[in-house]
């Protein structure tokens, strides 16, 4: 009987950072979800979706010989950025367009690292309905028998709350939260028996546009403007309650002509092909939103913010620059 990856296992978000009994957490990484398999030299990289990475990263494909066998692992593809001091999403994305000779050079420029949290497979063995304190103890002895080394990354895993208190401070270093498992739990393909704590910080932005109704927006499309001056989108609220709607609606004045975004079309989310039917504002208007720290090419959030407040008493321009994307 041939053996397949398995569809991932997923997370629940929860608001509470408190390791709840019987559970272990790990750090929630800014990168790709990612599973890869080694059988009889047949090498797969495969996102969360599906989506078959290894043509854009062969250093990843290449290390497989350091694996045994008919062995599979769930983890997080990570990209360093040494010059930076931070990970950098932004350079993880532009490498999975990459193919052949660029991918090879890229490979060497901006080295991926695979953050192995899971073990699904050991010498032809499934062991995805092992608990997850034995899956962990058969990961920690393979990379330690194997002597495992980069690409090869072992996830950091504890049950003590001091611990998951420090990493929830790595937010700088692009460190998105902590995930948390089952002691006792098997492996779940498709079924949300993690949980998932994301920090968010509190920051401002402009509102360049909305959806629904200028009297009752449904939520703001926020701007903040470059180093050359030109308001360029960075993110998307959450859906605004009705109040906020109508406090927020009053302090909103529809866009003149020579507005920075007339002819631009906006997805209805990261990775989506949905395309949302905006309306353009005056982007005078400063809102403070919480966001997480996982970020897009240019410092595009990749998730919605939350809206907490508008901030009238503030000019466009105090608003933080965005950053300007990678090269």
């Known amino acids: 009987m041939t053996w397949s990856l398995p569809e991932p296992m997923l997370t629940v978000a929860v608001d509470s950072p408190k390791l709840p009994a019987g559970w272990a957490a790990e750090p929630k990484w ?3 979800r990612a599973a890869v398999s080694t059988d009889a030299g047949t090498v797969v990289l495969r996102s969360r979706r599906g989506t078959q990475m290894g043509p854009a990263f062969p250093e990843i494909v290449a290390a497989t010989s350091q694996l045994p066998d008919q062995t599979a692992l769930d983890g997080e593809l990570i990209l360093w950025d040494w010059e930076a001091g931070r990970l950098s999403f932004e350079q993880l994305q532009n490498r999975l367009r990459r193919r052949g000779a660029a991918a090879a050079r890229a490979a060497e420029r901006w080295p991926a690292q695979f953050v192995a949290f899971d073990l699904l497979r050991l010498s032809g063995t499934d062991i995805t309905g092992w608990p997850y304190m034995r899956r962990r103890a058969a990961l920690e002895e393979l990379f330690v028998t194997r002597a495992l080394s980069a690409p090869w990354v072992l996830c950091p895993s504890t049950t003590n709350p001091a611990t998951i208190h420090e990493w929830l401070t790595w937010g700088s270093v692009r460190i998105e939260g902590v995930i948390f498992k089952g002691l006792n739990d098997p492996y779940r393909p498709t079924v949300r028996g993690w949980r998932k704590y994301k920090t968010r910080e509190t920051t401002e932005a402009v509102v360049g546009a909305i959806t629904g109704p200028l009297t009752a927006p449904s939520t703001l499309l926020l701007g903040r403007h470059d180093t050359a001056g030109h308001l360029q989108y960075v993110g998307r609220t959450t859906t605004l309650t009705r109040v906020t709607a109508a406090t ?12 920075p975004w007339t002819g631009w079309t906006f997805s209805a989310g990261w990775g989506s092909r949905q395309q949302l039917e905006v309306t353009l504002v005056t982007p005078d208007l400063v809102v403070e939103v919480a966001v997480d720290v996982a970020r897009d090419v240019g410092g595009r959030w990749r998730h919605p ?8 008493e503030l000019q466009a321009d105090e ?3 965005r950053p300007e994307p990678p090269v």
């Open 30 to 32: 800014d990168g790709f």
């Open 248 to 259: 927020t609606a009053a302090l909103l004045t529809p866009a003149t002509s020579g507005h």
């Open 305 to 312: 913010a939350r809206f907490h407040r508008a901030r009238p």
């Open 319 to 321: 608003v933080a620059r």
